[in-house]
């Protein structure tokens, strides 16, 4: 009998210690796969949003060219950066339908006490005389931060009016997603230049990545930065 209730023991511990492992390693991969998901929500937006910048419409006219940044008020009581401008895009926002390649493209985060997430509105054929429209997605779930900065050649601003009469000289953006657990927040940078070379040389755009250690990491792309989208038809 004393040699039963031991082994049963043992084998309550066992199984304990079994259970209880399955727990953590359950409850890491959990983790690892909420940090793989959160980084690829912030990676699409970042690029999502690069991609836009660096076919910002010009023209001659500044009149022509659109870019407007606040920073707006979130239903949850805190802050985060509002941007809308002109792009120039070769792929169809509506199938079948006449558009041409110059596009108003909206950019904000929406929040409130339990959902956050970055939407994108892409309006075909804008125009000063109706009321912005165009198609509305969400392009990024649990994303709590969203920074955008603006540097006119001596200052950095967090919003460009559209009184302005000029381009900024460089955009910062910022995306990060919403802290679900312990560790490091997922989040991102890029630099973009929108400065425009003498002789058509390129801009740079660069990027950067905080890693979970805190390290942030960073590369460096070409972009034709001197007359991306001039010249396109609306």
Known sequence: MVEILVAST???????????????ITASAETVERNINAAAEVR???????????????DDNIQNTKLIGTVQELEDG?????????????????????????????YYLTKDEETSAMARR??????????????????A?????FE????????????????????????EITIGAKQSGPGTP????????LVRAAGGELGTVTTGE??????????????GGSDTGSGAGR
């Open 10 to 24: 043992i084998g309550i511990f066992i199984a304990m210690v079994a259970v209880g492992a399955l727990r953590v």
């Open 44 to 58: 699409f937006a970042a690029k999502t949003l690069q991609r836009d910048l660096e076919h910002l419409y010009r």
């Open 78 to 106: 805190s802050s985060a950066s509002y941007i809308v401008f002109y792009t120039v895009s070769r792929v169809k926002a509506r199938r079948g339908q006449p558009e041409g390649d110059v596009y108003e493209v909206e």
């Open 122 to 139: 892409l309006w075909p054929n804008p125009s000063e005389e109706l009321e912005p429209g165009g198609v509305l997605a969400v392009i």
């Open 141 to 145: 779930e649990d994303i709590e931060i």
């Open 148 to 171: 955008v900065k603006y540097f006119d050649g001596e200052e950095w601003s967090e919003e460009w009016p559209e009184e302005m009469e000029s381009l900024p000289a460089w955009i």
């Open 186 to 193: 997922q989040v991102e940078s890029f630099v973009v230049n």
């Open 210 to 223: 905080q890693s979970p250690g805190g390290q942030t990491t960073g590369s460096s792309a070409t972009i």
